[in-house]
């Protein structure tokens, strides 16, 4: 299943919204606790880099898919808040990218 998402733009955008939805759990679920909480900031740094990494894939993959499939404004830029928000991504997978 993987291999055919690879294969397409909007599949590499689901994979990568995927793990951008779980980065962003993990950074606001984990990270921020053990930081605040346990006083270790390092998961912060360590999620944050990976997660901001992947927000910019993202990103970069929404505009191409959203350019590619002649998205509206009003779509891409909902597509776009929805990596704002917890469980957002996963919202817009169910959506909008599985077309």
Do not use: C, N
């Amino acid at each position: 299943m993987i291999s055919t998402l690879i294969k397409s733009a909007l599949g590499r955008l689901r994979i990568v919204a995927f793990l951008e939805g779980v980065s962003y759990l993990i950074l606001l679920g984990i990270a921020m606790p053990l930081k605040y909480i346990v006083g270790i900031p390092q998961a912060v740094r360590v999620v944050g880099m990976a997660h901001g990494v992947l927000f910019v894939l993202f990103v970069i993959l929404l505009i191409q898919v959203a350019t590619e499939r002649s998205w509206t404004f009003k779509k891409s830029f909902l597509s776009f808040l929805s990596s704002l928000v917890p469980f957002g991504t996963f919202y817009a997978d169910a959506k909008w990218f599985r077309s």
